[in-house]
């Protein structure tokens, strides 16, 4: 498996901030995605990192509210814009390794609390 | 888009027990995964399993792609077992992003 940082693991934010969470892998990989997980809900895609292009976004995400950036094959960025309560999730990167099968692996999460 | 729905929603298990998480999908797919999410929140991914059986150890997975659903089977249930297992699948043209079932809780008790 891909061994995948996510930063922070945690905030607590004031709302209309900017929350940006880095994600690292130790390997190059093939995609990089970002799901939300709204508490004790089910996984939601944001988007698709594309590397060195804008990301694809699914319906109901918008590149103002989170954009993303993917400077080179290993890492990733989400960041989380004019915070509400109704941000307050877990943000989860996820990666497809290079060469392999088509599994999905997560990084650790960061759990956000927006005040 | 295509729905994944799964059953059942909660299980409560003694130590010991076996069960089978049932997963349905509405389209055909050609990427199906399972997952563990412990309850610290980390997600580990159980199988790739578009079609057919595989097992690693006490658990094993079975896709029949033909008839749309997947089971998840966890024999000797250990109360390390217990969290949300999810079921996703690929959408069609979607450049491998997976959407995700609602999941089952379980509680294995010792």
């Known amino acids: 498996s891909a061994v995948i940082s996510q930063k922070p693991s945690r905030d607590i934010c004031q709302r209309g901030t900017s929350l940006t969470i880095q994600c690292q892998v130790d390997?190059?990989?093939?995609?990089m995605f970002w799901y939300r997980q709204q508490p004790g809900q089910s996984l939601t895609l944001i988007a698709t990192?594309?590397?060195?292009?804008?990301?694809?976004?699914e319906s109901g995400f918008v590149i103002d509210k989170f954009p993303i950036s993917r400077p080179n094959l290993t890492f990733s960025t989400l960041t989380v814009s004019n915070m509400s309560p109704e941000d307050s999730s877990i943000y989860l990167c996820?990666?497809?390794?290079?060469?392999?099968?088509?599994?999905?692996?997560f990084g650790s999460g960061t759990q956000l609390s927006v005040l | 888009g295509i729905q994944v729905e799964q059953s059942p929603p909660d299980l409560i298990l003694q130590e010991g027990a076996n069960s089978t998480l049932r997963c349905n999908f509405s389209?055909?797919?050609?990427?199906l995964q399972w997952f563990h999410q412990n309850p610290w929140g980390q997600l580990i991914n159980l199988f790739y399993?578009?079609?057919g059986t595989k097992q690693n150890g006490r658990l094993s997975a079975t896709t029949v792609a033909t008839e749309r659903y997947s089971l998840l089977y966890i024999s000797s249930s250990q109360t390390t077992d217990s969290g949300v297992y999810f079921c996703?699948?690929?959408?069609?043209?979607?450049?491998?992003?997976?959407?995700f079932g609602k999941g089952t809780s379980l509680l294995v008790t010792p």
């Open positions: 996820s990666v497809i390794r290079q060469g392999g099968d088509e599994k999905l692996f």
């Open positions: 390997s190059q990989v093939t995609m």
């Open positions: 990192a594309n590397q060195g292009s804008e990301a694809t976004y």
């Open positions: 389209d055909s797919v050609n990427n």
């Open positions: 399993i578009p079609s």
């Open positions: 996703a699948v690929e959408r069609r043209n979607s450049g491998y992003a997976l959407n």
